[in-house]
């Protein structure tokens, strides 16, 4: 599968952001989607997945500010961000873990830059 993230950019404290990841090359349906991020000198640190099933989990660093959801026919996973803070500066990766035996595919991530 191949995935391909958009919809960073630059906002202020307090503002929000929707980035979103679309596949191809096979159906997400048998994937657990994700998001990841990374800023510079830290490592790459989970931000939320969402199952097949809908079931959902977040990173309690951002826990009631980003939503994510699937749409398995648009073959898409998107990541709501809300109450940006500067901290959540970082590179967003999209993933997807394969379900059957835990393979991970990556996108090419994309830039979010949040000033103060």
């Known amino acids: 599968v191949q995935l391909q993230a958009s919809g960073g950019g630059l906002v202020q404290a307090g503002g929000s952001l929707r980035l979103s990841c679309v596949a191809s090359?096979?159906?997400?349906?048998?994937?657990?989607m994700g998001w990841y991020r990374q800023a510079p000198g830290n490592q790459r640190e989970l931000v939320a997945t969402?199952?097949?099933?809908?079931?959902?989990n977040y990173a309690e660093s951002v826990k009631g500010r980003v939503t994510i959801s699937r749409d398995n026919a648009k073959n898409m996973v998107s990541l709501l961000m809300d109450s940006l803070k500067p901290e959540d500066t970082a590179v967003y990766f999209c993933?997807?873990?394969?379900?059957?035996?835990?393979?991970?595919?990556w996108g090419q991530g994309t830039q979010v830059t949040v000033s103060s």
């Open positions: 993933s997807a873990r394969r379900r059957w035996d835990n393979i991970f595919y």
């Open positions: 090359g096979a159906s997400i349906s048998f994937y657990v």
């Open positions: 969402i199952g097949t099933g809908g079931n959902v």
